[in-house]
């Protein structure tokens, strides 16, 4: 219990929301959910060379479904739960060795479910050796009315290892009922990056109260309903080509915008997309991840499953 609280601690935002659940208290056992995953590169290929997992996360295995890279273990995060819930903390670890690569996942979209006491809460700490390469791209996170998650991650990579690390954000149900377009309480996702040394190189923060703050005003969310957050933390030749490779756009008849911004001291990309439906932010996503693979690694990204 006190790894999450002193994760939290100084977040005014989660103030209003100390109440307990009726049901089982936060972070109760059962609402507390682990999970840390270790790559280490031998011969030819990575390995997933240490698992840990508490329900509600869960990992079976590694698989090397693709042919672009056969070396690279691809691990889908499962979760045993129907969806994040009120009091739930949740960490998750990962750490790849030398010259490891890896792809994480997650089986599909993360749900948080509707509350009325509490929050849910999620820190993540992901490590880079010297020459890694991890593809970090979960599935969008689809807010619920009513519900408030925070997410603190710790990012230490080495300056010759490569990280892309994705995130979309959906305004809520859009199509369940009526529509329910940011009618959660709170999403608040944070982010601090940093050499192996310690020495810092950014932290960044994406705090959202639709029932405090109109989001639909200009230089929040406009008239877009989904955003995405992509972060590439590479060498400076590789951060350097991808972002000339990516042109800032505004395509409002095709319902999108995206552009990419050079993190501080030459520490990669920060690219974001705004757009009205998941599948075209997605696509954009996708294309920035194939331009940072192809420069990182000189492969191509495999085609997306039909499913998608």
Known sequence: MSHFTEAFDGAPELLPYQ??????PAAAPGKVGRLRLGFERRGARTVLADLYREAPLLVQQALYWDEAMPDLPCVFVVSTSGGVLQGDRLDIAIALGRDARAHVTSQGATRLQEMDANFAAQTQQITLGPGAYLEYMPEA???YRHSRFVSRTRVCVDATATLIYGEIVMPGRKHHRGGELFEYDLLSLALRAERPDGSRLFDER????PQRVDVRQAGIMGPFDV???VILLAPRE???A???ATAATVAR???WAAGATRLPDDAGLAFRVLGMETHVVRAKVREFWASARREAVGCAL???FPWR
């Open 238 to 240: 590789v951060s350097a």
């Open 227 to 229: 955003f995405a957050n």
């Open 19 to 24: 109440d307990q659940p009726r049901q089982l």
């Open 253 to 255: 008849e095709a319902g």
């Open 302 to 304: 495999p085609p997306e």
């Open 141 to 143: 996170l689809i807010p």
């Open 206 to 209: 994406l705090l959202i109260e």
């Open 242 to 244: 991808v972002h000339a």
